[in-house]
């Protein structure tokens, strides 16, 4: 396949690379502070053209929200901003050029003179032997082939006879207990309460579910009073078991390999930890295959890269912080030093219910206060 060359414009570009929360935002800003700027040229690639809102996926999972409530027109939000459809195949540092690719289209070099990485991250399955037989959950496609397979499942087992076949068909093993794993494990005890008495053959407590955390704790990202409380009202729902510091040795095909123990099941979700994009982690003069930082990028409170010899016009973020990010950038452009940033002291945590009178269940902490129920919503 050929490749395009690129035609050099005049007038100043920058390109985002990653369509999600933190390009999305960082573009939009921008846009907003060149807006009367006609030599300034923003362009977002991403290999997607909807914005996927992350948090809504869990309900996308369960059928509680169509596939349209979680995902908006990125061309849309963006409005002028310059728009590409397209996979980041590579990045030259030399001649400021991304190589991009698209489905039935040639390679093409997008020139740059400001680079935005907000490419996000995959699923870690190089810690775990055998981890590409689990499911993933990054992506609106992982969310509804997770859903078909759990109702097929559920079929399966509705009309088999066989004890042991019908106990793995019912059995759902998550790995991984930090905020995603234990989000997917909240959604899926709750749609197995739901679905369950479309299956008469089926009843609740033969549904078992295993959440599996190699650390001390749950939710290692949040406080410990809140993941201690988070783990006290999901050990209350049937069928649920949540082991940490339990680790997995390895995972084969229909089994769940622990140091003492297999548990057999027909369902197996992994949520242990992510792994940064291939292509930031490829990136030779960043230093990024360095073993302490497992292919991350080490940045300097300007969310500069550092580098062994200093890029003027190399950008890095980080999602939690893509809202005062743009600005940071822009004080950059215009020679002025950078405030340092701070972080928030505030938590929020939905958590289903599976009492009949609340299905909701939110948890607030600002400081040391902590509220909870649907007021804990309103004021965060």
């Known amino acids: 396949m050929s490749v ?12 985002v690379l990653g369509g999600g929360f933190a390009g999305i935002y960082t573009a939009r800003h921008l846009q907003k502070f060149f807006a009367r700027r006609t030599d300034v040229e923003i362009l977002l690639v991403s290999r997607d053209n909807f914005l996927l809102m992350t948090p809504l996926l869990f309900e996308v999972c369960s059928g509680k929200l169509e596939m349209s409530a979680c995902s908006i027109s990125i061309r849309e939000f963006l409005g002028s901003v310059g728009f590409a459809e397209a996979m980041v195949e590579a990045i ?10 698209a489905e039935g289209a040639d390679k093409r070099k997008l020139p740059y003179d400001h680079l935005v990485l ?40 509705e009309v088999e006879s066989d004890s042991n076949v019908r106990r793995r068909e019912l059995t759902f093993v998550v790995i991984g207990g930090g905020l995603v794993g234990v989000e997917v494990f909240g959604e899926l005890t709750a749609f197995m309460d739901e679905v369950v008495r479309y299956y008469p053959r089926i009843r609740r407590e033969e549904i078992h579910l295993h959440l599996l ?29 949540i082991r940490t510091s339990t680790p997995v040795e390895r995972i084969t095909p229909g089994q769940v ?14 949520s242990a930890g992510t792994t940064p994009s291939p292509i930031v982690a490829g990136l030779r003069r960043c ?6 930082n497992y292919g991350r990028l080490e940045i300097a ?46 938590e929020l945590w939905p958590l289903w219910d599976a009492t009949a009178a609340s299905r909701l269940r939110w948890v607030f ?14 004021i965060f």
Request: hydrophobic share 35%; net charge positive.
């Open 92 to 101: 030259d540092l030399e001649r400021r050029e991304v190589l991009v690719s």
């Open 257 to 270: 390999h622990l140091k003492n123990e297999i548990l057999e099941a027909s369902t197996i979700i992994l």
């Open 301 to 346: 409170h300007q969310y500069r890269i550092r580098t062994a010899s200093p890029i003027p016009s190399w950008r890095s973020m980080r999602c939690e912080r893509r809202r005062c990010w743009p600005r940071t950038f822009m004080r950059r452009l215009m020679t002025c030093q950078c405030s340092p940033s701070y972080t928030r002291r505030r």
């Open 365 to 378: 902490r600002f400081v040391d206060f902590r509220h909870g129920g649907f007021g804990a919503a309103i």
């Open 118 to 157: 907000t490419l996000g991250s995959l699923t870690n399955t190089s810690r775990i032997e055998g981890s590409e037989l689990a499911f993933t959950f990054k992506t609106l496609a992982d969310a509804i082939l997770l859903r078909n397979h759990i109702i097929e499942r559920m079929e399966r087992a």
């Open 4 to 15: 395009q060359t690129p035609i050099r414009q005049s007038a100043t570009r920058i390109i």
């Open 287 to 292: 230093a990024a295959n360095s073993a302490p």
């Open 213 to 241: 955390q190699a650390g001390e704790r749950i939710m290692p990202e949040i406080s410990e009073k809140l993941a201690d409380y988070s783990t006290h009202v999901l050990s209350r729902r049937l069928g649920v078991s």
